[in-house]
């Protein structure tokens, strides 16, 4: 971690998806795929073209998309049901609630174009709540994937677990950060570094925003570390005290808003089991707007640089400008 | 039961005043619950359970039953009942309803007891299950049916007529639907409420085949679920025109009794009426 970190764009984890879920239907014929006329846009569209007759186009209807994928797997079958993240997780949630956490069906829920990464389409389209409401469902398996690699991954093991899952994924490219030989599983994280000084516990596409921070920062001489807590439910808590006994000090990053994702849980462990000093880099408690992604995740604080600041702040007590 | 051991009309008949009696029973023991949903879907339950699915209470897994969902999940004591009746579970158990550890929850949940497919109570989400659950049994090869009971005032939902619509596209010809048409909504009549007329002309509208019948007429209805059986390439519902609290005259047509338990000198007036007067 000496390196300042290559910032190399990769694939968008939506299209790790889609690749990686077609393949996984070659493999288990029980594996079957429903979206809500978004297929193109959450790449399921992949699956429906090398596996047809196990493809299901429901329409712009996700409370039905989402009933109908419980009726599904309790025929045994493992139904993978995508849309965007908002709309899956906003409009179906009382059908994720009652037909799947209930029953604990083993239906995964994948939810796209999450974040304000998304850019132009503006607010309606931002899946900024997503994983807020996913977290409280009782049962329910929560994975957010950094880059290509690591989406792939997750969705291979989404398909492995048994339960319900809420996997999210992005529509912008998202920059490398694994390789093939890192391992993801439910309830796991990747500890990049640990610092004596700070550490950053993100997850998505902040996590290589984090890395890059975190060399900036052993720049000025903090030794500052980076923890990947792609799996929000269950949380890695020895992860968590890990890095809060290593430094004292937490900043989490998350392209969420404030209440109810990873700071939240971070948070809590902390409160429960290591109380440490911790600042967030999150959307705050409103709704972004359109732009280009540049534009909106730099005005949105969705950065290397904001995260720059949370660690000073959190290490000499400096005052972060304020996100409005 | 295989169909072989169906039931004839005459024989559900005689069987439906004690289900009925059952239903109020746990009702009144528990101290809440819905009595006039329950009673006015009494006689399509034993149609369904005793003349019409192919299922084996000694097997609730089987992967080849045909399945039935309780979308109006408030209507569960008619459902215990009858699934008793079939030996899914000691009729004892039906006393424990709505109590603290019981398996007999408030409203219908999928693995807590044996029969009960789908956790429903919140209004409108059957259609989906069972949509679902029917192009399940299509991939993997399973030749089963699949039946849903709504409620009329659940069909205010919007996600009902999402199902309607993809059922049709789909050509869900394996997925019957029951509306049990008794006219009563929580807060009054469905006609005040919200206006669902020409009913038949909707369903028909979304692509179904219609079948309107009187849903207490147990002869009507195995008819009915006979010949829908016979559609093809279409979606099947059969509304069922019954009557809120069926078989208990100060409760037929009250929406006072949508959710309100008898006391229990009702209780005692009800199971005279039905000529059910011990356990």
């Known amino acids: 971690m000496r390196d300042r970190p290559a910032r190399v764009l990769g694939k968008a984890t939506r299209d790790a998806y889609g690749e990686t879920l077609a393949a996984l239907g070659h493999e288990n014929p029980r594996i079957v795929a429903l979206d809500a006329d978004l297929s193109k846009s959450t790449k399921s569209v992949v699956f ?145 570094h640990l610092g004596r000084d700070a550490n950053i516990l993100a997850c998505g596409l902040m996590v290589a925003e984090a890395l890059e921070a975190a060399f900036l920062a052993r720049e000025e001489g903090f030794d500052v570390g980076v923890v990947d807590l792609y799996s929000l439910k269950p949380v890695d808590a020895a992860a968590i005290e890990a890095a809060a006994s290593a430094s004292g000090r937490i900043v989490v990053a998350e392209e969420h808003l404030h209440h109810g994702g990873l700071g939240s849980i971070v948070a809590q462990v902390l409160a429960e089991r290591h109380p440490a000093r911790m600042v967030s880099v999150d959307l705050g408690d409103r709704y972004a707007e359109s732009g280009t992604p540049e534009a909106v995740l730099e005005a949105y604080g969705m950065t290397s640089a904001k995260i720059l600041a949370a660690i000073r702040q959190v290490i000499r007590g400096d005052l972060v400008p304020d996100q409005a | 039961m295989t169909a072989s051991t169906a039931l004839s009309a005459a024989d559900l008949r005689s069987r439906a005043p004690r289900i009925r009696a059952d239903a109020l029973r746990m009702i009144a023991g528990a101290r809440s619950g819905h009595p006039g949903g329950s009673l006015s879907a009494v006689d399509i339950l034993l149609a369904l359970y005793m003349g019409v699915l192919r299922h084996d209470p000694a097997r609730p897994d089987w992967e080849g039953r045909d399945r039935f969902i309780l979308s109006k999940g408030h209507a569960c004591p008619a459902l215990y009942a009858v699934l008793a009746e079939c030996g899914y579970f000691p009729r004892e158990l039906l006393w424990t309803f709505r109590s603290l550890g019981s398996p007999l929850q408030g409203h219908p949940e999928l693995g807590k007891l044996a029969g009960v497919e789908a956790s429903t109570g919140s209004l409108g989400q059957g259609l989906s299950l069972g949509l679902g659950m029917m192009l399940g049994h299509r991939v993997r090869g399973i030749d089963a049916r699949v039946h849903v009971l709504l409620g009329d005032g659940e069909i205010n939902e919007g996600q009902v007529w999402e199902a309607a619509l993809s059922a049709a596209h789909l050509r869900a010809d394996r997925l019957t639907a029951i509306v049990d048409v008794n006219r009563i909504q929580l807060d009054g009549f469905t006609s005040d409420i919200l206006e669902l007329e020409p009913l038949a002309d909707k369903w028909k509208a979304f692509g179904w085949e219609v079948f309107d019948l009187d849903g207490h007429n147990l002869d009507a209805l195995l008819r009915a679920f006979a010949d829908a059986r016979g559609v093809e390439g279409r979606p099947q519902v059969i509304l069922a025109r019954t009557t809120k609290g069926k078989g208990v005259s100060f409760m037929e047509d009250n929406p006072e009794f949508h959710g309100a338990p008898p006391t229990a000198e009702e209780l005692e007036r009800a199971l005279q009426e039905l000529g059910v007067t011990h356990a």
Do not use: W
């Not at chain 1, 807020?132 to 398909?159: H, K, N």
């Not at chain 1, 319900?164 to 390789?179: C, H, S």
């Open chain 1, 48 to 192: 429906a073209k090398a596996h047809p007759d196990r493809f299901f186009n429901l329409g712009i209807q996700e409370a039905n998309m989402v009933g109908v994928a419980a009726g599904m797997a309790t025929t045994g079958l493992i139904p993978f049901a995508s849309s965007f993240a908002t709309f899956l997780m906003s409009k179906a949630f009382d059908q994720m609630r009652m037909a799947v956490a209930n029953p604990r069906l083993n239906v995964k829920l994948v939810g796209s174009h999450a974040g304000i990464s998304i850019g132009e389409d503006g607010a309606s389209q931002m899946g900024v709540e997503d994983l807020a409401l996913a977290c409280a469902l009782p049962g329910f398996t929560v994975l957010v994937p950094a880059d290509g690699v690591s989406a792939s991954a997750l969705t291979r093991v989404s398909a492995e677990h048994q339960g319900p899952v809420f996997l999210r994924t992005g529509r912008a490219k998202a920059i490398e950060v694994y390789d093939e030989r890192t391992s993801f599983r439910v309830g796991g994280s990747v500890t990049h």
